[in-house]
């Protein structure tokens, strides 16, 4: 068995909210990123798991993860958009658990059997 994580980049990780509750406003500068990953599975190996697709719309935010298993090979997609808004701290909680979706999809494993 061989487990990998497919997202290569981390760019998410800079910008992550770990309080739980906020008194001020965020101000969210414009983003967006778009990436597709294309890897080849090591020579007798098959997918075992893969993580189902992930897609996070709103109205300042939108986020699309997928993973697609082809013979012999992995492929991974996401796609980020943040247009630039500022976020009223009573919408800091959605706002988390958007951050907290982008960046735990980037971490979803792959798992691989002989």
Sequence with gaps: MQ?????????FEAVRLNEKTRKQPVVLNVD??????HIL???GF????????VTVNSEYR??????????????????????PRTVPAAQY??????L???????NQPVVLMR
Excluded: C, H, M
Aim: aromatic residues 14%; neutral net charge.
């Design 41 to 43: 599975l090591p020579q």
């Design 100 to 106: 907290d979706t982008v960046y735990g999809s980037s």
């Design 93 to 98: 909680t959605q706002l988390k658990k958007f």
């Design 3 to 11: 487990i990998f994580r497919a997202a290569v980049f981390r760019q």
């Design 32 to 37: 967006a990123f778009e990436e597709k990953i």
């Design 62 to 83: 939108n986020y699309q993860a997928g993973w697609a298993s082809e013979l012999g090979s992995v492929t991974f997609t996401r796609k980020l958009e943040v247009p």
């Design 46 to 53: 098959k997918v075992d798991e893969i993580p189902d697709a």
